[in-house]
C-alpha cells in the first residue's frame, strides 16, 4: 500500500508532526535516535532512510554500526546515551520510562529539548508501525 496516496491527511499530519519534532534538534542525534527506534521496531524501510540521512549529516560508519550496542560501545556522548536510553524507553513502553531514564534526559537536555526527544520518538514510532503494516520497501521513496 502506497499509504501517502491512499491516506494523504494522515500522512501530511504525520509529516507535520516530525516536523514539528525536530525542531532545535542537533541532526546527529535525531538520526541517531529514529535509527535506534527503527532497529527497536524491526522496520527496515526507516533503518535504511535513517542511516542514509545520518552519513549525509556527518555521522560516521562506525557510530552507525555500534548503535545496536550503545550501552557497551566508548563512542557515544553523555547525551546521547541519555536520548538512547530515553528512546528505547518510550518504544518498548510496556517495560515504562524510568525515574532514572526520564531524570537524565531532563538533566542533559531540559525541558523543552527533553519534549521535543520525546516527539520526535513517538513520531518515528509512527513512522514505524506506518511503514512495517503496509510494508515499505527499503530503497523506496
Not at 52 to 67: M, P, T, V
Not at 72 to 97: D, F, I, M
Not at 119 to 139: C, D, E, Q, S, Y
Request: aromatic share 8%.
Amino acid at each position: 500500500m502506497n499509504f501517502s496516496q491512499v491516506a494523504p491527511k494522515v500522512f501530511k499530519a504525520v509529516l507535520a508532526l516530525d516536523a514539528a519534532a525536530r525542531d532545535g534538534l542537533d541532526p546527529v542525534l535525531l538520526e541517531l535516535v529514529q535509527i535506534r527506534a527503527s532497529q527497536l521496531n524491526k522496520c527496515a524501510y526507516c533503518i535504511d532512510y535513517h542511516t542514509r540521512d545520518a552519513r549525509k549529516a556527518g555521522e560516521s560508519e562506525e557510530r552507525i554500526y555500534q548503535l545496536t550496542a550503545w550501552r557497551e560501545s566508548s563512542l557515544y556522548t553523555v547525551e546521547e546515551r541519555a536520548a538512547l536510553a530515553l528512546t528505547e524507553a518510550v518504544t518498548l513502553l510496556p517495560e515504562g520510562v524510568s525515574d532514572a531514564v526520564y531524570a537524565e534526559a531532563a538533566e542533559c537536555f531540559g525541558e523543552k529539548e527533553t519534549a521535543q526527544l520525546i516527539a520526535l520518538i513517538f513520531t518515528v514510532n509512527t513512522w514505524n508501525r506506518m511503514n512495517v503494516t503496509t510494508r515499505k520497501t527499503p530503497g523506496t521513496e
